[in-house]
């Protein structure tokens, strides 16, 4: 029998939504997959792991908190879709709310928070005015946000930063829910969000430095 050899590389886990009402095919489901095949080539030292979550109340803080139970990953970073949004968005904290909207199986949340004994917010982990230095230098439209929406990509942060709980650095970035530019195409996107990866895992500093 073929023994499988363990990956001990450290893990980056970036997750995307599937459609939900309103959002018949989800954008961020597209460019987590386009940036995970560009991000391997890019950087081979590290695993990467992809998700496309259901936008489901019920399943998708429940697979996040799965996903890093099974992973234990250095660095989980989420992307959804906003549809006001025209430019990349960086969320900086999750609040213990779930706003009574419909998912994608049709069910509202059965509690208006989700979590009742956690803390009314979760602060991202990530050094969110180093991220949007560094989109704003690359050239594409960034903003910053402290409310990531009550709905399933909340959700899927407050989880996030609760089953990371201090080990790994979480972050969130929302992205237009239409990616057919101008300002901001699928590529631009993808370009943007493996300057995130990039930056959130201090690789800026480690590439710029001289080899020895
Ligand atoms: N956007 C939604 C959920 C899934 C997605 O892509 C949100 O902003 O909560």
């Not at 099974?70 to 430019?87: C, D, I, K, M, Q």
């Not at 439209?141 to 930063?161: H, Q, T, W």
């Amino acid at each position: 029998m073929m023994l499988k050899k363990t990956d001990t590389r450290p893990t980056v886990l970036l997750t995307g939504f599937g459609p939900f009402p309103g959002v018949p095919a989800n954008a961020s489901a597209e460019v987590v997959r386009r940036v995970v095949r560009r991000a391997r080539r890019t950087f081979p030292e590290l695993r990467f792991v992809a998700a496309v979550l259901p936008t489901e109340w019920r399943r998708a803080p429940r697979l996040v908190a799965a996903l890093h139970e099974r992973y234990r990953p250095v660095l989980a970073l989420h992307f959804g879709v906003a549809s006001e949004t025209r430019s990349i968005r960086l969320e900086t904290q999750a609040e213990n709310v779930c706003r009574a909207s419909p998912d994608a199986a049709g069910m509202l949340p059965t509690e208006a928070s989700l979590c009742p004994d956690g803390p009314a917010k979760r602060h991202v982990t990530l050094d969110i005015s180093a991220l949007a230095e560094a989109l704003e230098a690359g050239g594409w439209p960034c903003s910053i946000s402290n409310d990531a929406g009550g709905y399933l990509c909340n959700a899927v942060l407050y989880k996030s930063l609760a089953s990371a709980d201090g080990r790994c650095a979480v972050g969130f970035v929302h992205i237009p829910a239409d990616l057919s530019g101008p300002p901001l195409g699928r590529e631009e996107t993808v370009a943007a969000a493996l300057t995130i990866i990039e930056v959130a895992l201090g690789k800026a500093d480690t590439t710029a430095a001289p080899s020895a």
